[in-house]
């Protein structure tokens, strides 16, 4: 059984930071890609970013260079470090990761409100 569980959320002044994290437990032989995803009231679920097992980053336009994904394979963690938030991000994010053997697995969410 796998589990992700995630942190970090909560309510921010536009302009401010975040960070979430995301930590996956239970039996993991290796994992792979882990993305973050986000969704808004009323929105479709969009991928904001991803890394991979070799550390490739790739994000949404949208949050490229306020955004940081990282991940810490010591710990199975990912995190996504979120800066200069802007109303626009408030949605439910998401933690998403591909593990071998066990196929992708998402995480419960998390809620972002990012006041004006």
């Known amino acids: 059984q796998v589990q992700l569980v995630e942190s970090g959320g909560g309510l921010v002044q536009a302009g401010g930071s975040l960070t979430l994290s995301c930590t996956v437990s239970?039996?993991?032989?290796?994992?792979?890609?882990m993305r973050w995803y986000r969704q808004a009231p009323g929105k479709q679920r969009e991928l904001v970013a991803v890394?991979?097992?070799?550390?490739?980053?790739n994000y949404a336009d949208s949050v490229k260079g306020r955004f940081t994904i990282s991940r810490d394979s010591a710990k199975d963690t990912v995190n996504l470090q979120m800066n200069s938030l802007k109303p626009d991000d408030t949605a439910v994010y998401y933690c998403?990761?591909?593990?071998?053997?066990?196929?992708?697995?998402w995480g419960q969410g998390t809620q972002v409100t990012v006041s004006s």
């Open positions: 998403n990761v591909d593990i071998l053997y066990a196929g992708t697995k």
């Open positions: 239970g039996s993991i032989f290796r994992i792979n890609d």
């Open positions: 890394i991979t097992r070799g550390g490739y980053t």
